[in-house]
């Protein structure tokens, strides 16, 4: 069964910068480009009835683009750290389109997020890692610059148990731009994450 989250994705520009940090770090296991990503929220494993009312609700979601922007870098853990990430700036749109994430979600039975939403982009996971490595890596890339990027849509991300992160595929994506009245998802996004369920799709 996948393990879903919603999320942004980061353009290919943005993680070539981001690859530069790559290295210098002692116990890390360094996240794959193509698997850099914004998360808005980690939903889990789910059946594929909550699976295919999760896609619907995401596609009722109305928002324009906004940017989104990269200050510095920093680690979760304190003394024993798990990973280091591109901070990424809280404005208003994506705090509110995540806001709106976590009340779908929850509307729909899922459990709150019991922590407080940090955007950000895992570039490492560092469980091997010594907290003074970790701050002698992050001396060393402080001059980190940032950037930014035009957010055009969130997607619905599936990833299977694997170590590190990734790889993430993109089961649906839901643009933010003016579009008619949403209609329920079709069933075959859902038969995509579950094959078992295939024979339960229509014939086209």
Request: hydrophobic share 40%; glycine share 8%; no cysteine.
């Given at each position: 069964?996948?393990?879903?989250?919603?999320?942004?994705?980061?353009?290919?520009?943005?993680?070539?910068?981001?690859?530069?940090?790559?290295?210098?770090?002692?116990?890390?296991?360094?996240?794959?480009?193509?698997?850099?990503?914004?998360?808005?929220?980690?939903?889990?494993?789910?059946?594929?009835?909550?699976?295919?009312?999760?896609?619907?609700?995401?596609?009722?979601?109305?928002?324009?683009?906004?940017?989104?922007?990269?200050?510095?870098?920093?680690?979760?853990?304190?003394?024993?750290?798990?990973?280091?990430?591109?901070?990424?700036?809280?404005?208003?749109?994506?705090?509110?389109?995540?806001?709106?994430?976590?009340?779908?979600?929850?509307?729909?039975?899922?459990?709150?997020?019991?922590?407080?939403?940090?955007?950000?982009?895992?570039?490492?996971?560092?469980?091997?890692?010594?907290?003074?490595?970790?701050?002698?890596?992050?001396?060393?890339?402080?001059?980190?610059?940032?950037?930014?990027?035009?957010?055009?849509?969130?997607?619905?991300?599936?990833?299977?148990?694997?170590?590190?992160?990734?790889?993430?595929?993109?089961?649906?994506?839901?643009?933010?731009v003016?579009?008619?009245?949403?209609?329920?998802?079709?069933?075959?996004v859902?038969?995509?994450?579950?094959?078992r369920?295939?024979?339960?799709?229509?014939?086209?």
């Amino acid at each position: 069964m996948p393990r879903l989250f919603t999320g942004l994705e980061i353009p290919s520009d943005l993680a070539l910068t981001l690859t530069e940090l790559r290295g210098g770090l002692p116990g890390a296991t360094w996240i794959d480009p193509e698997n850099y990503h914004v998360t808005l929220r980690f939903i889990g494993d789910v059946d594929e009835r909550i699976a295919d009312e999760i896609a619907d609700a995401l596609a009722r979601v109305r928002r324009p683009a906004f940017d989104v922007r990269i200050r510095g870098i920093d680690y979760f853990g304190g003394r024993q750290p798990h990973s280091v990430f591109a901070k990424v700036e809280p404005t208003p749109a994506l705090m509110e389109l995540q806001a709106e994430h976590e009340r779908i979600m929850q509307r729909l039975g899922l459990d709150p997020e019991g922590r407080k939403y940090h955007p950000h982009i895992t570039i490492a996971r560092v469980k091997g890692a010594q907290a003074r490595d970790v701050a002698h890596w992050l001396d060393v890339r402080g001059g980190f610059p940032g950037g930014r990027f035009r957010a055009e849509r969130a997607v619905l991300f599936s990833s299977r148990a694997s170590k590190g992160g990734g790889p993430y595929i993109v089961e649906d994506e839901y643009p933010f731009v003016a579009a008619a009245p949403a209609t329920r998802r079709d069933p075959v996004v859902v038969a995509r994450m579950y094959p078992r369920a295939i024979r339960s799709v229509p014939a086209s």
